[in-house]
């Protein structure tokens, strides 16, 4: 069964940095195809995509974001870590961390929680 | 980038009647692999979003057959054959073409 699970601040604030962990179980990130991600979303607002990486360690970033972004694996304990530099209000939103698949299919098959994250003083 | 529009910010539905949800790219998500890479999520309220199709047309695994995904190039549609009360919520479309990747607006479904 895969899972997929978020933890880290619910309150930063504006100047921090924020730190989030998503834990997975049920697929190795080590196999051929196989990506996790991250994706946030205002209150009341669209989808949008941050960051992802891939088996093979390549990284991909939203490029309006890519100065304050770092995403990282540590496949050994199935964690990938989202970190975004000098947060703002304008970051509050739910972060989700999602499986993507690539290769003969492509999409996000599994969704975490999504954990509000609010920024504020 | 790819934008990404859902021109339907919300849609009344009738339970038992047909629903359609448009999205348009601005350029062409077909690949020379000849494959779309255009997926559907709902995000029913108080949810994750969850997958329903892939590739323009692919239904996720467990998506019941009323729902189906056509289109191709920069226009695609998700029908629902028959709308059903746990139908409702935001329908997103997403493109997967190149990075970064793009979601639409949303159409937000609710039942009439």
């Known amino acids: 069964q895969v899972t997929l699970k978020e933890s880290g601040p619910t309150l930063v604030k504006p100047t921090q940095t924020l730190t989030l962990t998503c834990t997975f179980s049920g697929f190795s990130l080590n196999t051929r195809g196989v990506g996790v991600g991250w994706i946030r979303q205002p209150p009341g607002k669209a989808l949008e995509w941050l960051a992802l990486i891939y088996w093979d360690d390549d990284r991909r970033y939203t490029p309006s974001l890519k100065s304050r972004l770092t995403i990282n694996r540590d496949a050994s304990k199935n964690q990938v870590v989202l970190t975004m530099t000098n947060m703002d209000p304008g970051d509050t939103a739910r972060y989700y961390c999602v499986r993507r698949l690539v290769g003969v299919e492509h999409y996000f098959d599994y969704w975490g929680q999504g954990p509000l994250v609010i920024v504020s003083s | 980038e790819i934008v990404m529009t859902q021109s339907q910010l919300s849609l009344p539905v009738t339970p038992g009647e047909p629903a359609s949800i448009s999205c348009r790219s601005s350029?062409?998500?077909?690949?020379?692999?000849?494959?779309?890479?255009l997926d559907w999520y709902l995000q029913k309220p108080g949810q994750s979003p969850q997958l329903l199709i892939y590739l323009g047309s692919r239904r996720a695994s467990g998506v019941p057959d009323r729902f189906s995904g056509s289109g191709s190039g920069t226009y695609f549609t998700l029908k629902i054959s028959r709308v059903e009360a746990d139908d409702v919520g935001v329908y997103y479309c997403?493109?997967?073409?190149?990075?970064?990747?793009?979601f639409g607006g949303g159409t937000k479904v609710e039942i009439k």
């Open positions: 350029q062409s998500l077909l690949h020379i692999d000849g494959k779309n890479y």
């Open positions: 997403m493109q997967s073409l190149e990075t970064p990747l793009t």
